[in-house]
């Protein structure tokens, strides 16, 4: 993203498109960002006639194309399900939602009360907006964050809508700056194009120098208003400022007086007594360190099951839980109907339940 926005600011636009189509590989909404760089593409290249908008629109036509057959073809093969997993209120399978029972599928808000409700989202609108130095909004760059913004805030996962914890956030930031980048740099092009000329050349009386066939202005009437280019220092400050003022609620703050959490010690137990070659059921906290050597399933995904896991690995303070008293033992019990665990193993809120039956 970072570097196709680099590309789409320096007009190199197979550059853009090369470095931002191996984005539909990497997660299926992706495939939307990539249609919204094609119409960008297509917006700038507008002056550059019909063959530079026709590839814009044709690189969008990709990315939509990609995204429908990620969506519809791909990840439902790959599910046990034969679906995908996700909706935008987790109703699909509950999958990445609270286990709470508070994800029931609903109707779909109104644009304002996506938009402002609950109103952490215009916190993170806000957040984002002083990324792109504000004015970096006016790019048509800056439509790139419209597919991410859509599902994060149509959803109805709350870790979805903040700005300081969350890593699609990761999205959003190289959007908003290569859209700043982009609206500086329009700024700058007059006076880069401006001619240069020496301020003690003969001008007649008219005040133009004669240069051959040409008449060119004298300075003064030729350089670009220093007010943009004041302007365009400004903006660039503006992402450093917001940084600066909210970079006590980032983790990287707290990095200098950083301790050995006891929970670490613990959750490396947790690890330790689920052997390997095991199935394994487990929500977010330990998921990616538990898959060498075993087969690890997120939790609400085993629903259907005929030999459910057998393991249960439980974080009380996961955001899976929704903020409940969750026991391995006896949410694996109720979940997994017909068979009893037991509890292995209890530490700094992990739990580790073995199947018995």
């Known amino acids: 993203l970072a570097f196709g926005g680099v590309a789409f600011v320096e007009r190199r636009?197979?550059?853009?498109?090369?470095?931002?189509a191996p984005l539909v590989l990497v997660k299926e909404d992706l495939g939307l960002t990539v249609f919204m760089a094609g119409l960008a593409l297509a917006w700038r290249g507008r002056g550059e006639g019909r063959p530079?908008?026709?590839?814009?629109?044709?690189?969008?036509l990709f990315g939509i194309v990609a995204f429908v057959v990620t969506v519809t073809v791909l990840l439902p093969?790959?599910?046990?399900?034969?679906?995908?997993?996700?909706?935008?209120?987790g109703?699909?399978?509950?999958?990445?939602?609270?286990?709470?029972?508070?994800?029931?599928?609903?109707g779909l808000p109104s644009l304002w009360d996506i938009l402002t409700t609950p109103s952490v989202k215009l916190a993170t609108l806000l957040v984002l907006l002083a990324g792109a130095g504000f004015?970096?909004?006016?790019?048509?760059?800056?439509?790139?964050?419209?597919?991410?913004l859509a599902w994060r805030f149509a959803g109805s996962v709350e870790t979805y809508y903040v700005w300081d914890s969350w890593h699609y956030n990761?999205?959003?930031?190289?959007?908003?700056?290569?859209?700043?980048?982009?609206?500086?740099?329009?700024?700058?092009?007059?006076?880069?194009?401006?001619?240069a000329v020496s301020v003690h050349a003969p001008v007649d009386g008219s005040g133009l120098e004669e240069t051959g066939d040409t008449c060119v202005g004298q300075v003064a009437t030729l350089s670009p208003s220093r007010g943009w280019r004041v302007a365009a220092w400004a903006v660039a400050c503006v992402p450093a400022v917001s940084l600066a003022l909210t970079a006590s609620f980032l983790p990287l703050w707290k990095l200098p007086t950083l301790v050995e959490s006891p929970r670490m010690a613990a959750a490396q137990g947790?690890?330790?007594?689920?052997?390997?070659?095991?199935?394994?059921?487990?929500?977010?906290?330990?998921?990616?360190?538990?898959?060498?050597?075993?087969?690890?399933?997120?939790?609400?995904?085993?629903?259907?099951?005929?030999?459910?896991?057998?393991?249960?690995?439980?974080?009380?303070?996961?955001?899976a839980w929704g903020g409940a008293e969750v026991d391995a033992e006896s949410w694996?019990?109720?979940?997994?109907?017909?068979?009893?665990?037991?509890?292995i193993y209890s530490a700094q809120g992990f739990r580790v339940a073995r199947r018995t039956s």
């Open 13 to 20: 636009w197979g550059a853009c498109m090369a470095w931002l």
């Open 52 to 60: 530079a908008v026709l590839r814009g629109l044709a690189y969008a």
């Open 77 to 89: 093969a790959m599910n046990p399900a034969g679906t995908w997993a996700y909706s935008l209120d």
């Open 91 to 106: 109703s699909a399978t509950g999958a990445g939602t609270p286990m709470d029972g508070s994800t029931a599928a609903r």
């Open 135 to 148: 004015v970096g909004a006016s790019s048509p760059w800056f439509a790139l964050v419209l597919p991410t």
């Open 170 to 195: 990761a999205v959003l930031v190289p959007i908003a700056a290569c859209s700043l980048l982009d609206v500086i740099n329009r700024w700058c092009e007059p006076e880069r194009a401006a001619p």
């Open 270 to 319: 947790a690890l330790n007594v689920v052997p390997a070659g095991t199935s394994v059921e487990s929500d977010t906290t330990l998921l990616a360190r538990l898959v060498p050597g075993r087969e690890v399933y997120w939790v609400g995904t085993t629903v259907g099951m005929d030999t459910p896991p057998e393991y249960v690995v439980v974080d009380r303070q996961s955001y």
């Open 332 to 343: 694996a019990s109720a979940a997994h109907a017909g068979h009893t665990y037991e509890t």
